[in-house]
């Protein structure tokens, strides 16, 4: 046999290995795929749950509460994903509500609410749509029932008594950031030279009770609290509600903000004197419950500080976050008692 013969009798024979392996690798991956469940399709029995197991998974204390909280977001009782997929109004809440309490992967979901992997992340991401349509003017707005001139005055007695020091202060303004991945693009802009990470900014207002009257964002992490308290034109629409409430009210806020007729703040500098220095340890006691209303936000909804899985331009981070506090309202109409310590 020559030489030539033999090099081509060893490469055909090469050929067969990789193809009898490749024959076999396929083999055993058809195997596992029919052999192997992924998940189950069941009708996930959430009205059986034990309540200590209830309250495990989705953060609320039993099946009453969270059919509570359905009827309050008032959620249609049939969805549509969009490629045409159907669910209940139960299945696509509690997926939202768990996927939220607490990072965790979809394969890990699938046997708790018997969906497949693909639907349950169509189910996520059509629900966090609805309800940030929904429900997201409950955050952007200043006009809502529940902020007439009586409920503003029952505030500023809260925060007075507390020892806000003026009778007129009725919330408390402040700023919070959320850690993300490190953006592929604009990476100086969303960077935080104070918080030493890439995050996205929030201003937010909050009650004595503890609930979120205004929520404004995002901002790039670059920017600081002046700049996101001008471009939220919050102190405009607090002179606007000003005029409705026919009465001078203001807001409290802290040393990194400026000064108005609609906004105070906390004295600063070293040389301050002892009535100054007391004016500011009264406002941080009052400070406690603003601190309180983004800290809910992510003791109930842990997944939006997951910082591994806030991408920015990849998932809806600024959208999840707004969700996630206008679902903490009813979360405190449930079980949170601020008022009882405010109030």
């Keep these: 046999m020559s030489e030539s013969s033999s090099r081509m009798a060893q490469f055909f024979e090469e050929q067969e290995r990789l193809f009898r392996r490749r024959r076999t690798n396929y083999a055993l991956r058809t195997e596992n795929m029919l052999t192997e469940t992924y998940y189950v399709r069941h009708t996930s029995e959430l009205a059986e749950m034990a309540d200590v197991i209830f309250r495990a998974h989705f953060r609320l204390h039993n099946y009453n509460d969270f059919l509570y909280l359905v009827h309050r977001l008032e959620i249609s009782a049939i969805m549509t994903c969009s490629n045409g997929?159907?669910?209940?109004?139960?299945?696509?809440?509690?997926?939202?509500?768990?996927?939220?309490?607490?990072?965790?992967?979809?394969?890990?979901?699938?046997?708790?609410?018997?969906?497949?992997?693909?639907?349950?992340?169509?189910?996520?991401?059509?629900?966090?749509?609805?309800?940030?349509?929904?429900?997201?003017?409950?955050?952007?707005?200043?006009?809502?029932?529940?902020?007439?001139?009586?409920?503003?005055?029952?505030?500023?007695?809260?925060?007075?008594?507390r020892g806000g020091r003026y009778d007129n202060c009725w919330a408390l303004v402040d700023g919070t950031a959320r850690p993300i991945c490190r953006p592929g693009a604009d990476q100086r802009d969303y960077y935080s030279g104070h918080c030493r990470l890439h995050v996205p900014k929030w201003q937010s207002i909050v009650a004595p009770d503890g609930l979120i009257v205004n929520l404004w964002g995002p901002a790039e992490g670059r920017r600081p609290n002046c700049f996101i308290l001008a471009q939220s034109n919050l102190i405009a629409r607090l002179r606007a509600k000003n005029e409705e409430w026919r009465k001078l009210y203001c807001v409290?806020?802290?040393?990194?903000?400026?000064?108005?007729?609609?906004?105070?703040?906390?004295?600063?500098?070293?040389?301050?004197?002892?009535?100054?220095?007391?004016f500011n340890e009264d406002l941080a006691s009052c400070r406690i419950f603003v601190e309180s209303g983004f800290g809910k936000i992510i003791q109930y909804f842990a997944f939006d500080n997951y910082q591994q899985n806030n991408k920015l331009f990849l998932l809806q981070v600024a959208t999840r976050y707004i969700v996630s506090a206008s679902d903490e309202l009813p979360?405190?109409?449930l079980w949170i008692r601020n008022s009882e310590v405010y109030l």
């Design 85 to 161: 997929s159907r669910f209940t109004d139960e299945v696509a809440f509690a997926l939202v509500v768990r996927r939220m309490a607490y990072p965790s992967r979809w394969i890990d979901l699938a046997d708790l609410l018997g969906r497949d992997v693909t639907q349950l992340s169509r189910i996520y991401n059509t629900m966090v749509d609805w309800l940030y349509s929904k429900h997201c003017h409950r955050l952007e707005s200043l006009d809502q029932p529940w902020l007439a001139r009586e409920d503003v005055e029952r505030y500023a007695r809260a925060v007075y008594r």
């Design 252 to 278: 409290f806020r802290d040393r990194g903000y400026g000064i108005s007729d609609v906004v105070q703040r906390s004295f600063k500098g070293a040389d301050l004197t002892e009535e100054e220095k007391k």
């Design 331 to 333: 979360y405190l109409c």
